[in-house]
């Protein structure tokens, strides 16, 4: 079922423990009104795997009785959920910090012409996909017209306040890069974005955060094709920076699928591999009301060299000093 894990030779990636949890990454289902290329959780419009109206609910009992700081929404994309609107509007009733992984193109779709009007009522921060700013990159990995659906979807954003300064509503930006290679120095990546999307659209946001992609699902799928698997994991496990292991996201997130199971990432939910907790074969997140998981052993195979590698990578960016990890925080205070 899944090719890339077990087509993976050990590697020996150190064992981790948790830290205290302040972060739940819900993916909402994994139906995208998009395919792209780099998707590790092979979404397109086909998928029909949708989180349902009891499951949202008990995930809004768990942020209150665990007191969560961040609920993190992905898919897919999260928006196409018929209870996403219900879901943040209880998250932020709780005082919840609300993050929105959008692909931007979803504000260009029938039907969800108000959804950045929501978005920006709620202070929900937007957390918004562009691999690149060209035309060309951008429709490559993600196919022909994406690129100008995602500005027109940046400038309605920027025209409700997201992304101006003292506005309190964050829009970052996502690069993933193109093919079996690290991506760049976030920082200087990040300069290149604001000057350029600036003078050429006028756009303005917030923070660019660097993602590693991983070699799972449907990039990984592709590598092995082209025969390019075993030397992107050689790259990511020669880059390998031990510093990184104290910041990955594992270690203060929990991943919950549309079902409401448990997972240490959401890497780790794609490739099924859960929550290790007792004698659990599998946990659903009903089972952790008010269960502590510090010091709870996470469960690492050799995709998670991914995170590790170069100036790390999580799903706040780079992991060093200089990058996305820092910025996340200071934009959400």
């Known amino acids: 079922m899944h090719a890339t894990l077990h087509l993976m030779k050990s590697r020996g990636f150190p064992h981790l423990r948790r830290k205290t949890l302040d972060t739940l990454q819900v993916n909402l289902g994994y139906k995208c009104n998009q395919a792209c290329f780099h998707c590790h959780v092979n979404s397109s419009p086909d998928r029909k795997e949708m989180m349902s109206l009891e499951t949202i609910d008990e995930v809004i009992a768990f942020l209150r009785v665990a007191k969560i700081k961040t609920l993190?929404?992905?898919?897919?994309?999260?928006?196409?959920?018929?209870?996403?609107?219900?879901?943040?509007?209880?998250?932020?009733?709780?005082?919840?910090?609300?993050?929105?992984?959008?692909?931007?193109?979803?504000?260009?779709?029938?039907?969800?012409?108000?959804?950045?009007?929501?978005?920006?009522?709620?202070?929900?921060?937007?957390?918004?996909?562009?691999?690149?700013?060209?035309?060309?990159?951008?429709?490559?990995?993600?196919?022909?017209?994406?690129?100008?659906?995602?500005?027109?979807?940046?400038?309605?954003?920027?025209?409700?306040?997201?992304?101006?300064?003292?506005?309190?509503?964050?829009?970052?930006?996502?690069?993933?890069?193109?093919?079996?290679?690290?991506?760049?120095?976030?920082?200087?990546?990040?300069?290149?974005?604001?000057?350029?999307l600036k003078l050429n659209f006028g756009i303005v946001f917030n923070h660019l955060f660097t993602i590693t992609n991983m070699p799972i699902q449907r990039f990984g799928s592709t590598l092995i094709s082209k025969g390019e698997f075993e030397p992107y994991m050689d790259l990511l496990v020669s880059s390998f920076q031990s510093q990184n292991l104290d910041s990955v996201m594992c270690r203060s997130l929990l991943s919950v699928d549309y079902l409401g199971f448990v997972y240490d990432c959401d890497f780790n939910q794609m490739l099924g591999l859960?929550?290790?907790?007792?004698?659990?074969?599998?946990?659903?997140?009903?089972?952790?009301?008010?269960?502590?998981?510090?010091?709870?052993?996470?469960?690492?195979?050799?995709?998670?060299?991914?995170?590790?590698?170069?100036?790390?990578?999580?799903?706040?960016?780079?992991?060093?000093?200089?990058?996305?990890?820092?910025?996340?925080?200071?934009?959400?205070?």
Do not use: W
Request: hydrophobic share 35%; glycine share 12%.
């Open 72 to 196: 993190d929404m992905t898919g897919g994309a999260p928006e196409l959920n018929d209870h996403f609107r219900h879901l943040v509007m209880a998250a932020r009733a709780l005082d919840v910090r609300v993050i929105d992984r959008c692909n931007l193109t979803i504000l260009e779709e029938p039907g969800f012409e108000d959804l950045a009007q929501f978005l920006a009522d709620q202070r929900v921060e937007v957390s918004a996909s562009l691999p690149c700013y060209s035309q060309e990159n951008v429709d490559k990995q993600r196919g022909e017209g994406v690129f100008e659906k995602s500005i027109s979807g940046l400038k309605k954003l920027n025209a409700l306040g997201y992304g101006h300064d003292g506005s309190g509503l964050v829009l970052n930006l996502v690069f993933n890069p193109q093919g079996p290679k690290l991506p760049p120095s976030q920082e200087a990546l990040e300069a290149d974005y604001h000057r350029l």
């Open 274 to 333: 859960p929550l290790q907790r007792n004698d659990h074969l599998k946990t659903h997140l009903r089972e952790l009301m008010g269960v502590d998981l510090l010091g709870n052993q996470i469960v690492v195979k050799d995709h998670c060299y991914g995170c590790t590698a170069g100036q790390g990578s999580s799903c706040g960016g780079a992991l060093d000093a200089e990058g996305g990890l820092v910025g996340s925080l200071a934009a959400a205070e």
